[in-house]
T-cell receptor, first 112, second 114 residues
Framework: DAGITQSPRHKVTETGTPVTLRCHQT?????MYWYRQDPGHGLRLIHY???????DKGEVSDGYSVSRSKTEDFLLTLESATSSQTSVYFC???????????FGPGTRLTVL | GENVEQHPSTLSVQEGDSAVIKCTYS??????FPWYKQELGKRPQLIID?????GEKKDQRIAVTLNKTAKHFSLHITETQPEDSAVYFC?????????????FGKGTKLSVIP
């Protein structure tokens, strides 16, 4: 499993509430990524990080923010959750963007 | 940005037959093309990858081919087994802001019928 964990694994929340998902890795990977997975859309990149405090937007970044204060942790925050953010969120990490990305187990988020 | 198209979206094959999944990409600068397998309820896992300086790569029953001129690459699974049933994703790399990001296709659900 390449030492990548996500928490929580499941969460149900209400529209308008803030939500933070955590990704933790133990392999000292430089690059970390947040994806969302929805039926018919595959895996879409939300944000990624190429080092501590270095982050950039992906394809579907609206409504999401990220932070990376330590190599091992990458946080994804939904400032005010909406029903359209109901999804399965995967974190990934790797040594570079052109090598294998190792995925975490995923977080299933439901926004009511 | 990069755009990756993947076909077919679903594929059913008899056990023992071959399966082929095809992807096209738009950015001629892309140089890394991985394939991930995702079993139901599990995380995606890399099964094979290819770089732009190679035309074909094999690993037991799995092979990937790359045509840079046409900007397409394909996954070939021979002698399929029930445990090959899963969703397969292709991806292509593109550069940006000092790092690289993967753009994924929408996936192919492969069903191997015993």
């Amino acid at each position: 499993d390449a030492g990548i964990t996500q928490s929580p694994r499941h969460k149900v929340t209400e529209t308008g509430t803030p939500v933070t998902l955590r990704c933790h890795q133990t392999e000292n990977h430089r690059y970390m990524y947040w994806y969302r997975q929805d039926p018919g859309h595959g895996l879409r990149l939300i944000h990624y990080s190429y080092g501590v405090k270095d982050t950039d937007k992906g394809e579907v970044s609206d409504g999401y923010s990220v932070s990376r204060s330590k190599t091992e942790d990458f946080l994804l925050t939904l400032e005010s959750a909406t029903s359209s953010q109901t999804s399965v969120y995967f974190c990934a990490a790797g040594t570079s963007g052109v090598n294998e990305q190792f995925f975490g187990p995923g977080t299933r988020l439901t926004v009511l | 940005g990069e755009n990756v198209e993947q076909h077919p979206s679903t594929l059913s094959v008899q056990e023992g037959d071959s399966a082929v999944i095809k992807c096209t990409y738009s950015d001629s600068a892309s140089n890394y093309f991985p394939w991930y397998k995702q079993e139901l309820g599990k995380r995606p896992q890399l099964i094979i990858d290819i770089r732009s300086n190679v035309g074909e790569k094999k690993d037991q029953r799995i092979a990937v081919t790359l045509n840079k001129t046409a900007k397409h690459f394909s996954l070939h699974i021979t002698e399929t087994q029930p445990e090959d049933s899963a969703v397969y994703f292709c991806a292509a790399s593109s550069s940006g802001a000092g790092s690289y990001q993967l753009t994924f296709g929408k996936g192919t659900k492969l069903s191997v019928i015993p």
